[in-house]
């Protein structure tokens, strides 16, 4: 099984790449690759810079990597409510490329984690909803509330137990979708 784990977030420190590179690890027998949107920043997106150059050699390389993914882990950080920038530029590229879409039907666990006591959970609705629009198969969310307070930096895991249990379920979940489509 393939395993991409993308964390939607441009930041050097991201919180989400911590939790995605963490949540990557509970697969067992996988070959893991966890990435995040520094190798694929772009121009902001614009009718006009589509027309003059077409789709940036970023957007198809990160669409290749979601292509030769089985499950797609992604977690995002949450900026105002909404996804950062860093990731909607990259999703905007990515939806321009002729005959696809965005995320290929790939089975999805969409999480966010935050400081804060929601955890992302406006991003997590937000993608919910949009997703689907663009080919996302979310399977499963997951949000991580006070990541400082659930999160063990120096084990690089969830120490909240039934935060870590609830997230371990949802992985079995997908990880058992994948082993029918496997068959």
């Not at 939607?8 to 919180?15: F, K, M, Q, T």
């Not at 997951?142 to 935060?163: C, G, T, V, W």
């Amino acid at each position: 099984m393939k395993i991409l784990a993308i964390a939607g977030s441009n930041s050097e420190v991201s919180i989400n790449k911590q939790l995605v590179a963490y949540a990557s690890t509970l697969f067992e027998n996988a070959e893991v690759e966890v990435i995040d949107l520094n190798p694929f920043e772009m121009p902001i997106y614009k009718h006009e810079r589509e027309l003059a150059g077409g789709v940036p050699q970023e957007a198809h390389d990160f669409a290749a990597k979601i292509d030769g993914a089985d499950v797609l882990l992604v977690s995002l950080g949450e900026h105002n409510g909404t996804y950062s920038t860093a990731f909607k530029n990259v999703f905007d590229w990515v939806s321009r490329i002729k005959d696809r879409t965005v995320w290929n039907e790939v089975p999805m666990l969409l999480m966010s984690t935050s400081p804060g006591g929601r955890g992302g959970a406006g991003v997590l609705e937000a993608a919910s909803k949009r997703f689907p629009f663009h080919g996302g198969n979310v399977v499963e969310t997951f949000s991580l509330p006070f990541f400082n307070d659930n999160f063990d930096k120096a084990a690089q895991k969830i120490s909240n137990e039934e935060k870590d249990s609830e997230l371990k379920e949802k992985i079995k979940k997908i990880a058992a979708i994948e082993t029918i489509l496997e068959k």
